[in-house]
């Protein structure tokens, strides 16, 4: 089930007027002089990965993500002959929080540039917004959570206005119990979506009912996923990176390079042997009674290749992690497990944990894993 919330954007250009083309300046505030500092990090961030120019935009972390679209439209007829032409620089900055029900949204509209065909004179720009909420609940608690809308939803302005004022601020909660239970995590997702409208007296009006879109995920999951609740983009790619470099890890690293890059190698070995976490996901496990059968049969292969190591300064590394559903006892031995030092293995695996908390990976969420030379 989503909570889904769709954000419509609606614009107007120009009427009749004498036989001269028009281009509206800039003007107003400084592109970033309305939003704080962090807000200009990301833009300026923003402004070099291309993936910023995409319905999805560049999703730079479970925490801040970003669209930058330059649009460009041709304003047609019901004849289809051209009316006018429309340049502005779209915007939106989406910041969510590690210990609130909260994501906050800077949306923008600048560099507004207006052309309008002979006879024609370019005017207005009448831009209204709305958003329009699909309450389907998700959870198991007697008040069924949702994702409350921000309380203003309508903006409608001309191109003057918006240029002079380009922000415009969106947030979105999510209320909850404020009890934790662990049988109920109180998980609530949902998708906002930017629906653009542009329209003119003479000419037919142009439509994108998804102009650019954000998943974002809150929860109420307690400390093992880092703070007791809090809200993530979705369709982050969370990584752990380990480095061949690191003294602390070294050996953890090697391990786990050498399982996706040279599976036949590692053990158990077997013809065709793949390792999921470099380009297949992982997912994390929470169950530790699931945990600790992964643990069992990585150590029964340890014992069966390297011998009884008790006693020793080794540990039974095993990749993919215990706390994966693709540990050592899922299905089809896609698996590698090695001894090597005891402090690497627990640094390890202190690494992992912080990585669970620092994005607040929930059970079943996926996240890859990267070694670097």
Same mark, same amino acid.
């Given at each position: 089930?989503?909570?889904?919330?769709?954000?419509?954007?609606?614009?107007?250009?120009?009427?009749?007027?004498?036989?001269?083309?028009?281009?509206?300046?800039?003007?107003?505030?400084?592109?970033?002089?309305?939003?704080?500092?962090?807000?200009?990090?990301?833009?300026?961030?923003?402004?070099?990965?291309?993936?910023?120019?995409? $319905?999805?935009? !560049?999703?730079?972390?479970?925490?801040?993500?970003?669209?930058?679209?330059?649009?460009?439209?041709?304003?047609?007829?019901?004849?289809?002959?051209?009316?006018?032409?429309?340049?502005?620089?779209?915007?939106?900055?989406?910041?969510?929080?590690?210990?609130?029900?909260?994501?906050?949204?800077? &949306?923008?509209?600048?560099?507004?540039?207006?052309?309008?065909?002979?006879?024609?004179?370019?005017?207005?720009?009448?831009?209204?917004?709305?958003?329009?909420?699909?309450?389907?609940?998700?959870?198991? !608690?007697?008040?069924?959570?949702?994702?409350?809308?921000?309380?203003?939803?309508?903006?409608?302005?001309?191109?003057?206005?918006?240029?002079?004022?380009?922000? !415009?601020?969106?947030?979105?909660?999510?209320?909850?119990?404020?009890?934790?239970?662990?049988?109920?995590?109180?998980?609530?997702?949902?998708?906002?979506?930017?629906?653009?409208?542009?329209?003119?007296?003479?000419?037919?009006?142009?439509?994108?009912?998804?102009?650019?879109?954000?998943?974002?995920?809150?929860?109420?999951?307690?400390?093992?996923?880092?703070?007791?609740?809090?809200?993530?983009?979705?369709?982050?790619?969370?990584?752990?990176?380990?480095?061949?470099?690191?003294?602390?890890?070294?050996?953890?690293?090697?391990?786990?390079?050498?399982?996706?890059?040279?599976?036949?190698?590692?053990?158990? &070995?077997?013809?065709?042997?793949?390792?999921?976490?470099?380009?297949?996901?992982?997912?994390?496990?929470?169950?530790?009674?699931?945990?600790?059968?992964?643990?069992?049969?990585?150590?029964?292969?340890?014992?069966?290749?390297?011998?009884?190591?008790?006693?020793?300064?080794?540990?039974?590394?095993?990749?993919?992690?215990?706390?994966?559903?693709?540990?050592?006892?899922?299905?089809?031995?896609?698996? &590698?497990?090695?001894?090597?030092?005891?402090?690497?293995?627990?640094?390890?695996? $202190?690494?992992?944990?912080?990585?669970?908390?620092?994005?607040?990976?929930?059970?079943?969420?996926?996240?890859?894993?990267?070694?670097?030379?």
């Amino acid at each position: 089930m989503i909570v889904s919330t769709v954000l419509m954007l609606a614009a107007g250009l120009g009427t009749a007027g004498p036989v001269n083309a028009e281009t509206i300046p800039q003007g107003g505030p400084n592109a970033t002089a309305a939003v704080g500092q962090e807000e200009k990090d990301l833009r300026t961030e923003c402004a070099t990965h291309p993936e910023a120019n995409t $319905r999805k935009g !560049w999703v730079k972390s479970r925490f801040e993500t970003c669209v930058h679209q330059p649009v460009y439209l041709k304003l047609m007829d019901k004849e289809r002959r051209l009316r006018g032409e429309l340049w502005f620089d779209l915007w939106i900055l989406g910041f969510s929080y590690d210990g609130s029900r909260r994501v906050d949204y800077t &949306s923008s509209i600048e560099n507004i540039r207006t052309k309008a065909v002979a006879g024609e004179k370019s005017r207005g720009l009448d831009h209204r917004a709305e958003l329009q909420p699909h309450d389907q609940r998700f959870g198991q !608690w007697p008040q069924p959570p949702q994702m409350t809308k921000p309380a203003v939803t309508t903006r409608s302005e001309n191109i003057a206005q918006w240029t002079a004022k380009p922000f !415009w601020q969106l947030n979105y909660t999510s209320p909850d119990t404020g009890k934790l239970d662990p049988a109920n995590t109180q998980v609530v997702t949902g998708m906002i979506t930017l629906d653009m409208r542009v329209s003119s007296p003479t000419a037919v009006p142009w439509t994108d009912p998804v102009m650019a879109y954000s998943s974002v995920r809150f929860d109420y999951a307690g400390p093992t996923a880092g703070k007791y609740k809090g809200t993530v983009f979705t369709e982050a790619r969370v990584e752990l990176v380990m480095s061949l470099k690191d003294p602390a890890v070294d050996q953890s690293a090697r391990h786990i390079l050498d399982a996706q890059q040279l599976p036949e190698r590692t053990f158990p &070995s077997w013809a065709g042997k793949t390792v999921p976490g470099a380009t297949e996901p992982l997912h994390r496990l929470i169950d530790k009674d699931k945990q600790e059968k992964n643990r069992e049969k990585a150590i029964a292969t340890c014992n069966d290749v390297w011998g009884d190591y008790k006693g020793t300064t080794l540990q039974c590394d095993e990749y993919p992690f215990a706390s994966t559903k693709e540990g050592a006892a899922a299905p089809g031995n896609r698996f &590698s497990a090695r001894l090597i030092d005891g402090t690497d293995n627990e640094t390890g695996g $202190r690494k992992l944990n912080e990585m669970f908390t620092l994005n607040r990976i929930l059970d079943g969420d996926a996240f890859y894993v990267k070694i670097t030379p």
